[in-house]
């Protein structure tokens, strides 16, 4: 069987090269790369063919030739890489690879930062919000910048969210003459002039941001902007996010959001998520903005409009949560039948025998597993001078399994 030797070219030039990598690349006929790839082997006696071309060409060449082949790649051809592309086209037994070190691990060794905990971006065909989105989400990451998503415009969109807390590297040219790695924060990243060929690497500095950014459970009540008796209360909301059972990739419909403050605390518990906070309310929807803001929230995206109407264009969910219903309780229901897949999961709160009974009967009937759990909070008054308890309305939180 042919195989097609895909061979990392390291910062360091030819001489980053191991020695079968040398051996593959004399042995053989065809080379193929970018031009600053080939330009590594100016003695080589076959035929070189530049990769910059049409890739779709570039695989036709390669499954009409039986000569010896090697494909050149940047680094590691499987991160970030030409890799990806060729398994896309090949068999993996047509391939192999043999990697070299990636700018990013030559990054990460020149600044003496370990980067087995970073996670890594290529910027390429994201929106800056997208890319943004990842990086709050670390205490540690590197990209690979792009003229749309220059390390400028991703300062600015972090610096918008209000999560400029990261020291700051670029680290330009790596490899060349022109080596340079720039210590700065993310607000000296605005106005910086950066080589088009940069590894930016941005690190968590945890003390320049505010407490309520941090992921907590039970986040007190009056620091939501909120009507208060319209707030889900923080023993029943952690009650609540429990029973909901979110995983780091969750998309999660907050139906009848209020103040967000579900929406915003499922949030910090999904690095990956994402989350719908659907409210009619423009009050209420005002309260949802300034919370967001507030809590450095992520992935959150308010949806204006009734339930179900508004629910059309959504993403399918994995997990719902039901904190309101503006009468039309049946008809979300259906939807969210519909739409929910096999092992999803429903949680709702009423507060009113009648809701609980409409609900209960509905997914019992639907095929649903009905759980429902009753919570009764009291808590003291600190501002009396004796110790009594004011008794909140009893919530009845139901959770439901689709199987």
């Known amino acids: 069987m042919k195989k097609i030797y895909v061979i990392g070219a390291g910062v360091e030039g030819q001489e980053g090269f191991s020695r079968r990598a040398l051996d593959l690349v004399g042995q053989a006929d065809i080379l193929f790369g970018r031009p600053k790839q080939l330009a590594l082997f100016p003695d080589f006696p076959g035929e070189k063919v530049n990769t910059d071309q049409n890739f779709s060409d570039v695989v036709n060449q390669l499954k009409a030739t039986d000569r010896r082949v090697v494909v050149l790649a940047s680094g590691d051809p499987l991160f970030f890489g030409i890799g990806r592309q060729l398994l896309r086209n090949f068999q993996e037994d047509e391939l192999e690879f043999v990697p070299n070190v990636s700018s990013v691990q030559y990054a990460f060794a020149k600044l003496g930062i370990p980067w087995d905990d970073a996670v890594f971006l290529s910027c390429k065909g994201h929106a800056t919000e997208d890319v943004v989105d990842r990086i709050i989400a670390s205490d540690k990451a ?16 972090m610096i918008l969210r209000g999560r400029d807390g990261y020291a700051a590297y670029v680290c330009e040219n790596l490899g060349t003459s022109e080596e340079r790695i720039v210590r700065t924060d993310v607000r000296g990243l605005l106005d910086a ?20 950014s941090r992921p907590v459970l039970g986040i007190p009540d009056d620091t939501f902007s909120a009507i208060k008796k319209q707030i ?9 996010l429990a029973k909901l059972r979110l995983c780091h990739d969750t998309v999660l419909w907050d139906i009848g959001a209020g103040s967000g403050s579900v929406s915003i605390e499922a949030d910090h518990l999904m690095p990956n998520g994402r989350v719908f906070a659907i409210e009619q309310n423009e009050q209420y929807q005002e309260f949802i903005r300034e919370n967001l803001r507030k809590f450095h929230s992520r992935h959150v995206s308010i949806v204006e409009g009734e339930a179900p109407a508004c629910l059309e264009l959504l993403p399918d969910p994995d997990r719902v949560f039901i904190g309101g219903s503006g009468g039309n309780l049946w008809d979300i229901l259906e939807v969210v039948d519909q739409r929910l897949a096999i092992g999803g999961r429903v949680v709702v709160n009423a507060i009113t025998l009648d809701t609980l009974s409409a609900t209960s009967e509905f997914l019992e009937n639907a095929g649903y597993r009905v759980e429902v759990t009753s919570v009764n909070i009291a808590r003291t008054r ?22």
């Open 142 to 157: 590197a990209l690979l910048t792009d003229t749309q998503n220059t390390p400028g415009a991703i300062a600015r969109e």
């Open 193 to 212: 002039q950066v080589a088009s060929l940069n590894v930016l690497v941005l690190v968590k500095q945890y003390e320049a941001f505010a407490e309520a």
């Open 382 to 403: 600190p501002s009396t001078d004796y110790k009594m308890f004011e008794a909140f309305h009893p919530v009845f939180i139901l959770l439901a399994d689709k199987e």
């Open 232 to 240: 889900t209360r923080e023993e029943v909301r952690a009650i609540t």
